[in-house]
């Protein structure tokens, strides 16, 4: 642990628990540079955050969670970014576990809340969800697909900061994004409490858009693992329908042809989608 560590909590309207959050960080990590990024808060979030000592970056209005990231991310200095919630849910105990984990070789370690962590049974019925559909399009065994607590490689982490969107599922995007490029990711289990103050995400609003950056990121990364099965039952429409028709009528309908034309045509589309995403794995400057 001895290369720099920047520690990024998103928050907002975190005033009654923000202070408390910053004190045990920094009672684990002295030398830790601590970031709070206060997204618009209307009460006295800024204020409790410089009190307790984090250095305290100020959005004029609530931009979202992601962009508090990307602004966290970009302020940072150390070599390292751990990035936690700033409402009471992680426990700063579970930081030098990540950094001990991160320093056996991985770029990212995640925080993989347990099945008593979940902030309600739908929520967790959602987030099995979103782990099964993410461990397909990327081929890695996802734990916690939406996990905030997690530690990176800085170089590595912006790389993607251009994917992240502005509102809620940093995590899903920048967890799908390691993985895609190639990029070793650990889990490491633990528990999260339940956090101060109500909940800044909205079920069905940021589950469906939790769902569509999976998709987008799973396009971008792996296209024919989403346009498959997709022309797998284009095909197999085409050939029943044309068993059916070929029986009873003994005739080819435009329907066959239009469904087997149709799975052509996608394939093709996924199949040159497949090609233009090779750009996305153009060596770095680092790495040239």
Known sequence: MSRNISVILPAKNEAPVVGRVIAAIRARLPEAEVIVVNDGSTDGTAEEARQAGAQVISHPYSMG?????????????????????????????????LLARLDEGYDMVVGARDGGSQASVGRGV???????????????????????????RAHRFREFLYLLPNGFSYPTTSTMAFFRAGYPVAYLPIVAAKRVGKSHVKILKDGMRFLLII????????????????VLMQALLGLGYYAYTFVAHGRLSLATIFLLTSAVTTFLIG???????????????EEK
């Not at 998709?215 to 997709?230: N, R």
């Open 65 to 97: 969670n992601g962009a508090a990231i990307k602004s966290g991310a970009r302020a940072a200095h150390g070599e390292v970014l751990v990035f936690m919630d700033a409402d009471g849910q992680h426990d700063p105990a579970d930081i030098p576990r």
């Open 126 to 152: 959602a987030n099995g969800f979103y782990n099964r559909l993410a461990s397909y399009m990327t081929g890695h065994r996802i734990d916690d697909l939406t996990s905030g607590l997690r530690a990176a």
């Open 215 to 230: 998709f987008k990121i799973g396009t971008l990364y792996s296209p024919l693992k989403l346009f498959a099965p997709v």
């Open 271 to 285: 199949l040159v989608s497949e090609q233009i995403t090779q750009l996305m794995y153009r060596p770095s400057a």
